[in-house]
């Protein structure tokens, strides 16, 4: 299925903003609930963490932790066909695009495992940039408008010289 993303609003028949239960009726698949799983002092914790992945479309969704539980994010894998710029994001080696995104937005940033772009709330993620360069992203998320830069504050990542 093609997901055509349109930055800070739709990734396919996605809209940012849509709860839960509207993503699932708009899929129309079988979705699976992830949750984490953390082992502490031999007790085991399941936590909820609020993403939904849809196995039929290789795809996962992401939601804010409180109701009304609003999507925040769309995670495209190998089986989706994200489109952006008339391109399909999973089929261009990952410099390729980072240079074409460049073109477009000056704050592009390059980390150890990927490339971010502010300005459309894209990121093309891989294993590592430096030495998958010339391969096509692992993985392209599209967020909500501020997420990456939420996501930054809190890693604290530097960029990657080039």
Known sequence: ???VITPYQTVGPIRFG?????????????VSEVTKSYLSDEISIEEENFVDYFDELDISVAYKPEPPYS???VILYKGANPLFGNRNLLNIPIEVLKDWLELLDDSVKVTIDGVSS???????DTDSYKLFKDEPPKSVGAFVEGYLETCDELLSIPPQSQ
């Open 1 to 3: 299925m093609d997901f």
């Open 18 to 30: 849509m709860t839960r239960i509207e993503v699932r009726q708009a899929l129309k698949v079988a």
């Open 71 to 73: 999507c925040i994010g």
């Open 118 to 124: 502010y300005r459309f709330g894209i990121s093309l």
